[in-house]
């Protein structure tokens, strides 16, 4: 018992009484233990939150590749090669010139944005505490671009001078991109578009395509459908001339469906005439012949809805693209429209349908009947301007397009028999065997000499030229009241009408007449207006 008891005493001094290095060893150990399990959790700490902090700057980081693409389109790039030092150092002058020109011109736009900015709508701006450049401080856009949404701004401003100042600024511009021609064609309305439509030699990107057409049915063409809306028409408000030759259009058209379908002919009465006039491509005869007949029934108001409302503005864009070879059958269609803009409760439908584009596309045509016809339906449709309407048979020769000049005085130009609105004003018929002579007076000839040199002359006048004999001609056949159309009263009190919503007597009038226009210029029914007759007239 005293062994053991002994022993076990020296085993407990040994563990608790040794020397003081056995103590500094045991402490160490601890040390190094505590430092990893410390250092293992401070670095997965830091790798946690390194790795939050880069997720996180991921998830909130905004890619601004598309708005620096369209900063970088009103930039200018060089790329300079030059081949020695001295090229190097001038390319890189250049380079520097060029850049602080490009910063000159920036802030030159900035300063015009800002201008046009405090000019918006001055009479209600001067009421408001904002200050004008606030306005756009918010949106991170180039000068130009601030130019352009400031001017489409002001074009539905509710000061009339203001709208039109801004299409026209609108128009003169011609720096704008594809992009925002674009954004342009699809913000403006129907009276800027006009606008836009009535200034000489407008971008046409300004303006939208024609919508999509609607499907035709199954076996159905552009004839058919012609066909179909010139049946549907009534027949009541027209005169005998025109349920004469509706009915013959529509009994001929009738016979040319039964030929393509391998029927038969029929060589006898009213069919006869125009088998013999009949070519090659008999529906582009009877498309003629169904839109001669529906310029009459434009004329009738009740007719023009009904029209509209029987899709005959599309069936007519889709003529109008389907035969852009024919001008006869495009000026025949010009001719329905302008008609119909006649009357503003369809001047929505016109622009819905796409032929404010088409409209202004031939004003720029070179020929003088084209762009003539589709002056007229744009004056119609213009009542921002133009307070006067043109009826079919009045057609502008100038000014064709909007003019800050104001009108002193007109001119009108009358035919004679046989004659036309333009025809009979030619310069001359050109003989075509003459090659040399031809490519040397192409400049000096003209198509129509009122409209090239009196308005070059005298731009303060507005030309007319009249056409008091627009029956249905082309039909080699006698309507029963025709003697009573071709009466010179009748065409004397027809012509009158149209004259007086033109606003012919307003102002001193010059008349020019040929022939058998003189006749109609001292007719009685004339002698009655007193705002009419005192006229000058020069026989020729």
Known sequence: MSGAALRFIRCRRLS????????????????????????????????????????????????????????????????????????????GLTHKARRELHKAARRFME???RFLLQSLDAAKLMTQVVKPQEHFSHVDADPHEVALWVLLKRTMSADKAIRLQAVQELAEHH????????????????????????????????FLRSPALPALGDCLSAEDGLRQLLASLPQSEVDKCVQYFTSLALRESTQSLAAQRGGLWCFGGNGLPYAQSLTSVPSEKVESFCLQALVQHSKVHSHCD???????????????????????????????????????????????????????????SPHVMQASHAARALANLDRETVKEKYQDGVYILHPQTRSNQPIKADILFIHGILGAAFKTWRQKDRDVSENEKEEESREDYTECWPKSWLAADCPNLRVLSVEYDSHLSDWMAKCPAENQRKSLAYRSRELLKKLKLAGVGER???????SMGVFLTVAPSWQSTRSVSDIFSFPL
């Open 111 to 113: 300063v015009s944005s």
């Open 306 to 364: 009904h029209i509209v409302a029987n899709g005959g503005l599309q069936l007519l864009q889709r003529v109008y693209q389907l035969r852009r070879d024919s001008l006869k059958i495009q000026r025949n269609i010009v001719r329905i429209i302008g008609n119909l803009a006649l009357h503003e409760s369809v001047h929505q439908a016109i622009s819905q349908s796409g032929w404010i584009s088409a409209l202004a596309e031939m004003t720029q």
């Open 508 to 514: 001193p009038v010059v008349w020019v007449a040929h």
């Open 16 to 91: 608790t009484a040794g020397p003081p290095g056995v103590r500094t060893v045991l402490q160490w150990k601890h040390l190094r233990r505590v430092a990893k399990v410390t250092g293992a959790v401070v670095s997965g700490g830091c790798l946690f939150i390194t790795y939050e902090v880069v997720a996180l700057n991921k998830a909130v980081t905004i890619d601004t590749s598309a708005v620096l693409q369209e900063k970088y389109k009103s930039y200018i790039y060089l790329k300079a090669a030059p081949s020695d030092e001295k090229e190097n150092l001038t390319a």
């Open 175 to 206: 720096h704008w991109h594809d992009y925002q021609y674009q954004t342009a064609a699809q913000v403006i309305d129907q009276r800027t578009a006009v606008g836009l439509a009535r200034i000489p030699q407008v971008d046409l990107r300004f």
